[in-house]
């Protein structure tokens, strides 16, 4: 049973970086069949797509980040990464890593986590 | 960006009834794109339905999906004690990839 699990510092400081990590059970990233994205989501809002990695390291993100976001998949540890610069009190929300198709049809979601941008 | 808006923002029924959500696009989608995913408390998204119709692995024959263009509907025939949730549809027909903001299923 393929598992994600989202891991990284609940609370950033504005302007800083916020990183974070999905590490992936019961399944390997470096699959070609799938894409791997990352999905925010702000108290009592819906989701929102950040980006998405393929297996190869190809990636694809959301405008709206302004090339904030950087998503990477690391093969050698089955894992993925989150980086968003500049963050800004607009930015708190759960974030949750996924597996996809390269449209971002997601069918397995880690639980989240939630990350605060506050000084 | 494909805009996509839900309604209604809330709806109360009671166990047994049918529920019909309504999710519209602000410029036409390709039914193939549309999902449509369930969202407990404290829980991340669980896809539904892709393709506008199309039930994901697991997901019981009461919950449909139909709808074109522009308009598409989840129907939940009769619900059940765990149905109350919030439902979100989202478009993954051009990117940036969107969902609406959601419409919450609750107990009457």
């Known amino acids: 049973q393929l598992q994600l699990q989202e891991s990284g510092p609940g609370l950033v400081k504005p302007s800083e970086t916020l990183s974070l990590t999905c590490s992936v059970s019961?399944?390997?990233?470096?699959?070609?069949?799938?894409?791997w994205a990352w999905v925010r989501q702000p108290p009592g809002k819906g989701p929102e797509w950040i980006g998405t990695v393929s297996y190869s390291g190809s990636t694809y993100y959301n405008p709206s980040l302004q090339s904030r976001g950087t998503v990477y998949a690391d093969r050698s540890k089955n894992r993925l990464s989150l980086r968003l610069s500049s963050v800004a009190a607009a930015d708190t929300a759960i974030y949750y890593c996924?597996?996809?198709?390269?449209?971002?049809?997601?069918?397995?979601w880690g639980p989240g986590i939630l990350v605060t941008v506050s000084s | 960006e494909i805009v996509l808006t839900q309604s209604p923002g809330t709806l109360s029924l009671s166990p047994g009834e049918r529920a019909t959500l309504s999710c519209r696009a602000s410029?036409?989608?390709?039914?193939?794109?549309i999902a449509w995913y369930q969202q407990k408390p404290g829980q991340a998204p669980r896809l539904l339905i892709s393709?506008?119709?199309s039930r994901a692995t697991g997901i019981p024959d009461r919950f449909s999906g139909s709808g074109s263009e522009t308009d598409f509907t989840l129907i939940i025939t009769r619900l059940e004690p765990e149905d109350f949730a919030v439902y979100y549809c989202?478009?993954?027909?051009?990117?940036?990839?969107?969902f609406g903001p959601g419409t919450k299923v609750e107990i009457k």
């Open positions: 996924a597996r996809g198709d390269l449209r971002a049809l997601l069918d397995y």
């Open positions: 989202q478009q993954y027909d051009v990117s940036p990839f969107t």
């Open positions: 410029q036409s989608v390709s039914s193939t794109y």
């Open positions: 019961g399944g390997t990233i470096s699959s070609s069949r799938y894409f």
């Open positions: 393709g506008a119709s």
